[in-house]
């Protein structure tokens, strides 16, 4: 019995020595907090420096993504399968929109080359030449602006019967006439696909 006492009375001391954490347990929205203000360097110079090589490798990826058309690191408003079906749509095919701006420089050049040579001799001929370049620049822009209404409506159709469960981006018909009337080798992000080689309507089943 001495020998149980004096053992429970040698441990008791022990129990009370424990140290406890004295102060209550931090939420998890604390714990976050704090683990957020660890990730920021307490440096400014530093903090700005490393700012500024993120955002320089997003840039390098970015513009990586350009080349090779990968999804992850594409701008937001080239993203996503329908975007993808529409640019190989677009550049899979010939179209005149893609030569209105070559055509409306040389019109314009001409029609100033012109317009010195017969502006002397004969003003009424170079209004008339005035006139009807400036006419041949807005029909091509007409034009031009006709094939990607025509364009946008046939992509939808074909994009959404290969993708049903996807929604058509907005501004879409500004998307087709920007990249349609841009030169393909300017084009960004660049061609994958090669002049003839459509986008297929269906997705292949595996």
């Keep these: 019995m001495f020998g149980k006492r004096k053992q429970s009375s040698s441990e008791s001391p022990a129990r009370q020595r424990r140290p406890g954490k004295g102060r209550p ?78 055509a409306m420089f040389i019109l314009i050049l001409a029609m100033l080359g012109m317009v010195l040579l017969v502006q002397y001799t004969s003003p009424q001929m ?3 030449i005035v006139s009807f370049i400036s006419w041949g620049t807005y029909g091509l822009l007409f034009l031009s ?5 025509w364009v946008n409506h046939r992509i939808k159709k074909l994009a959404l019967e290969k993708y049903p469960q996807e929604e058509w981006p907005r501004r879409s018909g500004f998307y087709v006439f920007s990249r349609m009337v841009m030169a393909r080798r300017w084009r ?7 002049r003839g080689e459509f986008p297929q309507k269906r997705s292949s089943k595996r």
Excluded: C
């Design 145 to 149: 602006v006709g094939e990607a209404v």
């Design 126 to 128: 170079a209004q008339f």
């Design 25 to 102: 347990t931090p939420t998890r929205k604390e714990a976050e907090a704090a683990r957020r203000r660890d990730m920021i360097p307490r440096d400014r110079k530093l903090a700005k420096k490393l700012a500024r090589e993120r955002q320089n490798e997003m840039w390098r990826r970015q513009q990586q993504a350009m080349e090779t058309g990968d999804e992850r690191y594409l701008p937001l408003r080239d993203r996503g399968r329908i975007r993808r079906f529409t640019r190989d749509y677009i550049d899979a095919r010939w179209s005149l929109a893609e030569f209105v701006l070559p």
């Design 188 to 194: 960004q992000p660049k061609p994958q696909v090669a």
